[in-house]
């Protein structure tokens, strides 16, 4: 809307002066012209935000926890508009607030509306801000990269691989509403933390990337090699990358793409399982026969501290693992090592970090043999060759949960959907030679199996 101002500029007029005062006035030596100048006003017509809905993160920490926001923008129009500047305010500054420049930062959890008001005419925008917790300092749980990291979890958002797409990365509420694409890469080994997503590009030679949690600022990380895996843990990620002699070692590089650094260099022949837990990797030796399939050898673990030795937890072949410690400071104190023997057991290495205490145990020799696992809370939840099933860590009330397709491949995600035990929820992926690959969820009691994709 264009708004007139008009601005006059006055002559004097001689006429009714008296003779004497008007002999006193000095005519100019060129003639005046009354000016009248009309300065035209364009008030804005619309004001938009680049967001509708955003999420900022606060971490656990009771002592001075780490923030996370997120600079909104506002577009006024007209593009002429005289004027474009905009009031911000958050409706409570408790959860979260906002400066001059449009940034939000977080203050606790909850959720707030943001409102950009146009100074000119009052126009407004608005923007819902929800403050979740931010993950903890691992990008993902080992479990579920143990099960290639097609799902991550991050409060009421999943980001993970869609079978619809083509396994391209995506993300979903929890319960499966606002699916969104992200972006077009192909994604393994998820890992979310904050507003960023880390992950393995399979369209791209499986190379490191990131992306942010709103499918923008995607970002190339490491090097041309190969990343086999990803665990993101603080402010680095964890991979492995081929040597010149190309053997595999195990690296760090920081979250944004700099600071590379060998972590152990085992020379693993092939890709292996790795994490992360605290203060130490775990990792798996890689044992290729002579003209047949490669299997794992020994599960490994070492502290990060320089000079700290390799340590065997488990010396013989396996078909994977997951871990769980307990650690104080960075430092393991005990912790389990659960993990599928070349028999299809599924057997737990408890204590492995005391020689004196460690104990070697079986759970269920599951028929057929298992062929993946994950454990959540106290259960540990497997695959065979036609079933999903659970069982307690001490080996107690094994169930069959799901009967699956005969052959099947399952990656199993185990999670807490609300505040109750009887809210867990498996999501699981279906992969079958000659099909597009599935994603299901099921209750933890085996009810309400449902395909999500």
């Known amino acids: ?260 650094r060998i972590v152990d260099w085992p020379g693993l022949g092939s890709v292996s399982f790795f994490h992360r837990v605290g203060g130490a990797v775990f990792y798996s030796l890689i044992r290729r026969e002579q003209g047949g399939e490669p299997e794992m050898n020994r599960i490994m673990h070492r502290a990060l501290e320089a000079g700290s030795p390799a340590a065997t937890v488990f010396g013989d072949v396996i078909k994977g693992f997951t871990v769980e410690i307990v650690e104080t400071g960075g430092v393991p104190l005990a912790g389990r090592v659960f993990y599928i023997s070349k028999a299809g057991e599924i057997r737990v290495v408890e204590n492995f970090a005391d020689a004196k205490q460690k104990r070697d145990r079986g759970l269920v020799q599951a028929m057929p043999p298992a062929r993946s696992l994950s454990l959540f809370r106290d259960w540990v939840y497997y695959s065979t060759a036609g079933t999903l099933n659970k069982v307690r860590a001490d080996g107690r009330e094994n169930q069959v949960l799901v009967r699956l397709p005969e052959g099947s491949e399952t990656f199993i995600y185990p999670m807490l959907a609300g505040g109750a035990q009887e809210d867990t929820w498996i999501f699981y992926y279906v992969l079958q030679t000659g099909a597009a690959p599935r994603l299901f969820k099921v209750r933890a009691d085996g009810l309400e199996n449902t395909p999500v994709l």
């Open 1 to 260: 809307m264009k708004r007139i101002v008009i601005v006059a500029a006055v002559a004097v007029s001689l006429a009714g002066l008296g003779a004497a005062a008007a002999a006193q006035v000095v005519t100019p030596p060129q003639k005046k012209v009354d000016q009248i100048r009309k300065i035209a006003v364009v008030e804005p017509e619309s004001v938009t935000l680049n967001k509708s809905e955003i999420w900022v993160f606060i971490s656990s920490g009771l002592m001075n926890p780490a923030r996370e926001g997120y600079r909104l923008a506002a577009n006024v129009l007209p593009a002429d508009a005289t004027s474009k500047k905009v009031v911000w305010e958050s409706s409570d500054p408790g959860v979260a607030t906002v400066d001059a420049e449009g940034y939000v930062r977080p203050v606790k959890t909850g959720s707030a509306v943001v409102r950009a008001t146009t100074a000119a005419n009052k126009l407004s925008a608005e923007c819902r801000v929800t403050v979740e917790l931010k993950a903890r300092d691992s990008g993902n749980t080992v479990s579920h990269l143990s099960n290639r990291g097609y799902l991550a979890r991050q409060g009421s958002w999943i980001y993970f691989a869609d079978p619809g797409r083509g396994m391209r990365l995506s993300k979903m509420r929890i319960d499966g509403s606002a699916k969104t694409p992200l972006c077009n890469d192909q994604a393994s080994f998820i890992n979310v933390s904050g507003g960023t997503v880390f992950y393995v590009n399979n369209s791209d030679g499986r190379k490191l990337y990131s992306v942010d949690i709103y499918g923008e600022n995607r970002t190339w990380l490491n090097d041309s090699n190969p990343a086999y895996g990803a665990h993101k843990y603080g402010d680095e990620i964890l991979y492995g990358s081929p040597n010149p002699n190309n053997l595999i070692n195990l690296y760090m590089i920081k979250t944004d793409g700099t600071g590379r």
